[in-house]
């Protein structure tokens, strides 16, 4: 028998976020936040949904994962010819969510999308495994392939390719990093009474906020 899936529900309360105990640099909480899902060994902590829009509004939304967080902002990196990067080079204003079940906490963010620079982008690829590289020359990201051994036969080819030789970055493979205009940090309570606590930029400067659950 099929369950229903409207009762499915979960009382939260493991901690608490108030005004008492909140930092005032969004980027100082975020970390912290951060940290604790590292440590507590949630199941990919740096995972983020990354939603994006055409010039018309029509969402689309994916898991990507977080590769760097400043006061500039969050990055991520991808193929400029996925369907994200012709969403962001229509208009660039995304948004980032972070879901870390394991401590009842989300972080909601907004704000402005654009590529980083070609040099940032050098520096990271350089570090991903040898696979990674491969995979970013072989894989036509979103686009439609007959199947998956013309992937794999791409793979062997760039193998080939870069045998004994640097394999470096693709010119539509690289970095974005989003500026934020809001976080939002979400903490789970008891009877669905959720702490939000809000920073919004305003003239350069960061406002906290309640927000009612």
Do not use: C
Request: glycine share 6%; aromatic share 12%; proline share 5%.
């Amino acid at each position: 028998m099929k369950r229903n899936i409207a009762n499915i529900r979960k009382e939260y309360g493991q901690q608490e976020f108030d005004e008492a105990n909140i930092i005032s640099n969004p980027f100082e909480q975020f970390e912290v936040w951060l940290q604790d899902a590292i440590k507590r060994d949630v199941l990919e902590p740096t995972a983020m949904t990354l939603a994006t829009s055409t010039f018309e509004g029509k969402p689309s939304a994916r898991v990507v994962l977080l590769k760097s967080v400043s006061e500039d902002g969050f990055g991520f990196f991808t193929n400029y010819e996925s369907r994200k990067a012709k969403n962001i080079l229509q208009n660039p204003y995304g948004a980032l969510v972070f879901y870390w079940a394991e401590l009842e906490r989300q972080v909601r963010i907004e704000g402005k999308i654009q590529k980083v620079s070609e040099k940032d982008s050098d520096t990271y690829f350089k570090t991903r495994p040898e696979g990674s590289k491969i995979g970013a020359w072989a894989s036509p990201q979103s686009q439609v392939v007959p199947n998956r051994r013309y992937l794999e036969d791409l793979m062997v080819d760039f193998k080939e390719e870069f045998r004994d030789k640097p394999i470096k970055r693709p010119k539509n493979w690289g970095g974005y990093i989003l500026s934020p205009t809001l976080i939002e940090f979400w903490q789970g309570r008891k009877n669905r009474l959720h702490d939000r606590m809000q920073y919004r930029l305003d003239n350069g400067i960061w406002t906290i906020e309640r927000l009612a659950p």
